[in-house]
Each structure stands twice: as C-alpha cells, then as structure tokens.
C-alpha cells in the first residue's frame, strides 16, 4: 500500500489539541497552563480557520476545558484518557491511502522509559475512533515530534531521537529508513544530528528545523551569548545545505533566531524552540517564551516564510514547564 503523509501546511480536516487535565503534573502552573492552551484553541479556531477537537483527560480537565472554551465556535471538546497533552506524540499520524485516510498508529514508551504514564498509548486508538479513520497498529517505537514531512514523501529526522537504542534497540539508519518507508510512504530521510540541549525527547525534529514549502525547510541560528544549541543549529544548517530531497533538489535553507537562554524551573536552559509553531488553515502560531527582539524577528521571518496566512505568537512558558509546546501539543487531520 502507497502511503503518504500530507505535508502540515495542506487542508485539515480539524486540530486535535490536548488540554491540562491533571493537576498532579502541572501543580502550580496548571492554571496557566490551561490558559495558554485555551488561548491556541481559540486562535486555531479563530484566525486559524480549524475545527478544533479538543482533548481532555480527567473529568476535571474536562470541566475546565468546558468553563473556558465550551461556547467557543469551533471547538469541540472531546472527553478522552490520556497520560498528558503531548498528542503529536502519543496520537496517530494521519496518512492518505488508495482507499482513503488510515491513522498510523505506533508505540510510545514515554521517550525512552523516561515518563511512562497511564493511558498513552490508547491515544492512537482514542483519536482514530473519534475521527472515523481506521487504525493501523505498527510495531514500532515512534513519536510524532521525530518527523517532519514535506508531502511529498520527504521526512526530517534527527540521529539523535531516530537511532536511540532506548526506543528501537539495534536500529541502523537502513532499517529506519525501511520500516518508515513501510509505516509513512517515506522515499527519503534527511538525517539531523543533535537536538536542543536538556530536551527529554531526545532531540525531537520539530524543535529544530521544520518544513516550510516543497524543498524548503527552516531552522534556528542561535541568539545571545547565552544560548546552549549554536552547534546544534550551525551542524543542523550544514546538514540540510548539503542534503536533497526525495526527488534530488538541493533543500533551501532559511535561518531565523532562536529564543536564546530561557531559564526552566530547575535553573538550567529550557528547550524552547520557535520551531515547535504550528501551521494551520489559515495561521502559523508561534511560541513565544520571551517578548523582544528575538520572537519579533522570528515572527517576521515565518510571515515571510508564509505570506498568505496570518502569523500569531502566544505565549508558551507554562506549557514549557512539560517539555514543550504548540507543535507537541497538536496533531492535525488532513481534509
């Protein structure tokens, strides 16, 4: 069977988001955190031009979820189980098929043993039922936020992540290559190296450099002298300038700052991305950690980036505190 995944600026069909729903993990910041989500729901909705289907996963996020977004056009707020919000990497990934859309479903063993959580992984299968989209279960340890598409069967990944024997023991780049081939219609894997420093994925692609357009991809250079990843982004920048995709075109390669050094709660740099946006219908919403010179430029950059959609920043510091941000929170349902 001919797979291929739609590329993230394609038409969705809606935005799956997950909602704060246990405050055991969030403690303090899980008002915020419920705030700032609540604020991407309503840009998806709104500018974002998304049917938002809005996950929650207790009957106390679900109430929360109702008490601020519950008459808000657009969003539908859907009751479910999960461990916590990251559903670009505990969901399906949406593919298209000779026989229509199938939800690839996968293994997720909390990146690497690190958080294993109750309910993650009937995420998939939660997600498919409620889309009417039928699941196909692969065998295979992955998570959403380790791949980036480009539509046309060209897949971003980083070594880091992809090869780590903590999720696939004794995976080459070859058998890599092939089981994604397999799962996702993949004619071609751009290999990345590291991702951000102090990031508990292990190097996730989408906090590093995403697809932009057929052929051209984005990534961050590093600002201020505080900033840990400058290698990280510089050999990132190198890689994708000697790399082709799956149809032999040298990538184009557009750099934009990163946020620098945003202090996480145990003192040590966070790993904040302005690569984790997402691209809805008709926006791109952006994290922004820190207000200035470095998120205005950013912002200015995927306008250009993107022309014909709005460009949005929001904040994003709450929802850092576990882990990530918009694009680890989201996964999108092609039209």
């Given at each position: 069977?001919?797979?291929?995944?739609?590329?993230?600026?394609?038409?969705?069909?809606?935005?799956?988001?997950?909602?704060?729903?246990?405050?055991?993990?969030?403690?303090?910041?899980?008002?915020?955190?419920?705030?700032?989500?609540?604020?991407?729901?309503?840009?998806?909705?709104?500018?974002?031009?998304?049917?938002?289907?809005?996950?929650?996963?207790?009957?106390?996020?679900?109430?929360?979820?109702?008490?601020?977004?519950?008459?808000?056009?657009?969003?539908?707020?859907?009751?479910?189980?999960?461990?916590?919000?990251?559903?670009?990497?505990?969901?399906?990934?949406?593919?298209?098929?000779?026989?229509?859309?199938?939800?690839?479903?996968?293994?997720?063993?909390?990146?690497?043993?690190?958080?294993?959580?109750?309910?993650?992984?009937?995420?998939?299968?939660?997600?498919?039922?409620?889309?009417?989209?039928?699941?196909?279960?692969?065998?295979?340890?992955m998570?959403?936020?380790?791949?980036?598409?480009?539509?046309?069967?060209?897949?971003?990944?980083?070594?880091?992540?992809?090869?780590?024997?903590?999720?696939?023991?004794?995976?080459?780049?070859?058998?890599?290559?092939?089981?994604?081939?397999?799962?996702?219609?993949?004619?071609?894997?751009?290999?990345?190296?590291?991702?951000?420093a102090?990031?508990?994925?292990?190097?996730?692609?989408?906090?590093?450099?995403?697809?932009?357009?057929?052929?051209?991809?984005?990534?961050?250079?590093?600002?201020?002298?505080?900033?840990?990843?400058?290698?990280?982004?510089?050999?990132?920048?190198?890689?994708?300038?000697?790399?082709?995709?799956?149809?032999?075109?040298?990538?184009?390669?557009?750099?934009?700052?990163?946020?620098?050094?945003?202090?996480?709660?145990?003192?040590?740099a966070?790993?904040?991305?302005?690569?984790?946006?997402?691209?809805?219908?008709?926006?791109?919403?952006?994290?922004?950690?820190?207000p200035?010179?470095?998120?205005?430029?950013?912002?200015q950059?995927l306008?250009?980036?993107?022309?014909?959609?709005?460009?949005?920043?929001?904040?994003?510091?709450?929802?850092?505190?576990?882990?990530?941000?918009?694009?680890?929170?989201?996964?999108?349902?092609?039209?």
């Amino acid at each position: 069977m001919t797979l291929t995944v739609p590329a993230e600026w394609a038409p969705h069909k809606a935005m799956w988001l997950g909602f704060p729903s246990h405050a055991e993990l969030w403690q303090e910041d899980i008002a915020v955190a419920q705030g700032e989500v609540a604020a991407l729901a309503r840009a998806l909705a709104g500018p974002g031009a998304e049917q938002v289907r809005l996950m929650t996963g207790s009957p106390e996020g679900e109430a929360a979820a109702r008490a601020q977004l519950g008459d808000v056009p657009g969003i539908e707020i859907v009751p479910g189980r999960f461990g916590d919000i990251w559903l670009r990497d505990t969901g399906p990934i949406f593919a298209k098929g000779p026989n229509g859309a199938v939800a690839q479903g996968f293994r997720f063993n909390g990146w690497g043993g690190k958080y294993i959580m109750d309910h993650d992984e009937e995420v998939a299968g939660q997600i498919a039922v409620a889309a009417g989209t039928p699941l196909v279960a692969n065998d295979l340890i992955m998570e959403g936020g380790a791949l980036d598409h480009d539509g046309a069967g060209t897949i971003l990944t980083t070594g880091q992540c992809l090869l780590n024997p903590n999720r696939n023991p004794g995976w080459t780049a070859a058998l890599a290559e092939a089981a994604l081939a397999k799962a996702l219609g993949a004619r071609k894997l751009v290999w990345l190296g590291e991702g951000l420093a102090n990031d508990h994925t292990d190097g996730h692609v989408d906090n590093l450099a995403r697809f932009v357009a057929p052929g051209h991809v984005v990534c961050p250079v590093a600002w201020g002298r505080g900033d840990l990843n400058v290698e990280a982004y510089d050999d990132c920048a190198r890689r994708l300038g000697e790399a082709v995709d799956a149809d032999g075109r040298p990538l184009k390669v557009t750099r934009i700052p990163s946020p620098g050094w945003i202090e996480g709660s145990d003192g040590r740099a966070a790993p904040a991305s302005h690569m984790n946006f997402i691209i809805a219908n008709q926006a791109v919403i952006m994290p922004v950690y820190e207000p200035g010179q470095a998120a205005d430029l950013a912002l200015q950059g995927l306008q250009a980036l993107f022309p014909d959609r709005a460009v949005i920043g929001l904040p994003s510091n709450a929802i850092l505190t576990g882990g990530g941000s918009f694009h680890c929170i989201t996964q999108q349902e092609p039209a």
